[in-house]
């Protein structure tokens, strides 16, 4: 999971991509980059750490420019070291020339990296978003195309999920997979400078009026003089599926105040607690969420079953989110140093803990034993989404399905884990009733997956 960033003709247009990347920071916290161009080449920067470490007000004051493109990491492919973070640049005689960012994960990227290998094109990271530059540059140098042709027939060749944007110095695409299984929306701000995010908060923060989904297998050219929308055209190069946006991004991934695939997420989150409640028999004294992602779900429980709902789980905001960290050492450290109980507050109580998700259980073990050293005298887990049994490849870290502790131990098992007093997921059929449309990707659920693998 990552977060993209462009912005296309504007004085300040680096300070408005950090904007937006602070507002996508909690897409991932491993490292960040931007290109700028100042109409002739870019200036990269990328490196290690959060958006406000690396781009400073002095860093940003240097990168001077009217067209950016920007990318917070958190690594699927390739590992967290500052050459595999984004964006990409391709260099000619006078400087970087083309800049590219990426947010989703390519199924057949060692397939095309090792037949673009084989023509003589060399690789710099093992990142899917340098794979999808090289190949469009590869068409328009070697076989002649214009860049349009050159992204169409990346998008024939490349499988997988591709939120991107692209930048010369004079112009910006926005580049979509058929599926559009990750989110990217796009608008305008009053003064004409347009704004490409992976999430509509970022857009909000920096004050776009309008906002608009880049189509699924679009491409769109902003320039100086017009915005050009390339759809998907069944007689063209592509074809047609149905969509397939990823349900989690609404479950856990996203910023309860974005807006993602015609559903504002918040809304969503309160559905699903509804939902849970409904098919609940406990009657519990307090519900009480895991923050962040869990708290719309447990006022949706609560107002359901009309019961006393509080934020007894405190969060630290200084450590990051537990599920994208990559390293399990790191992981379980986070957890213990991330939350804590309000005092004397679960003493002698039926507890009702709503959760969005159990990956590998590493979080909510620890939690549940918390509540219960803090006194509980029940607790209830309600998790807000199917048991996640299988791996993600479309830009999740669950590659490995021994990890997740769904595929290793059974509902009971993991409740005993746990150590909790009862344990329930929504079903499949529920969670698809609190969302608009069908249209979306649940394989680390069902198993089905859009895009066939390998
Ligand atoms: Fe999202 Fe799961 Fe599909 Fe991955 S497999 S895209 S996490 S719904």
Known sequence: MCGIIGVFNHKGAAELAALGMFAEQHRGQESCGMAVSDGKVFTLRKKMGLVKQVFTPEILGKMKGKVAIGHVRYPTKGSATAYNSQPHTVESLYGATYALASNGDVVNYYEVKEELERKGVYFNSENDGELILKYIIYQIQAEGMTIVEAIKSMMKKIKGAYSTVLATPDKLYMIRDPYAIR????????????????????????????????????????????????????????FYPEERHCIFELIYFSRPDSFHFDENVYEVRKKIGAMLALKDDVQPDVVVPVPDSANFMAV?????????????????????????????????????QKFSTLPNFFTGKKVVLVDDSIV???????????????GAAEIHLR????????SCYYGIDTPNATELIANQKSLEEIRDYAGADSLKHIELEDLLKCVKTNEYCHACFSGVYPIKLG
């Open 183 to 238: 989110p990217m929306v796009w608008g305008k701000m009053k003064n004409g400078t347009v704004i490409v995010a992976s999430e509509s908060c970022a857009l909000d923060i920096i004050g776009v009026e309008n906002r608009l989904e880049v189509p699924p297998a679009g491409i769109i050219e902003v320039s100086e003089r017009d915005i050009k929308i390339f759809e998907n055209d069944p007689n063209d190069y592509r």
């Open 383 to 390: 998790i807000g989404s199917p048991a996640v049994k299988n």
């Open 300 to 336: 949706g429980y609560a107002n359901q079953k009309n019961c006393y709902f509080s934020m007894g789980l405190i969060r630290n905001h200084y450590v990051g989110r537990t599920f994208i960290k990559p390293e399990q050492s790191s992981r379980d450290e986070s957890v213990s």
């Open 360 to 374: 590998r259980g590493t979080t909510i073990k620890q939690i549940v034993n918390m509540i219960r050293k803090a």
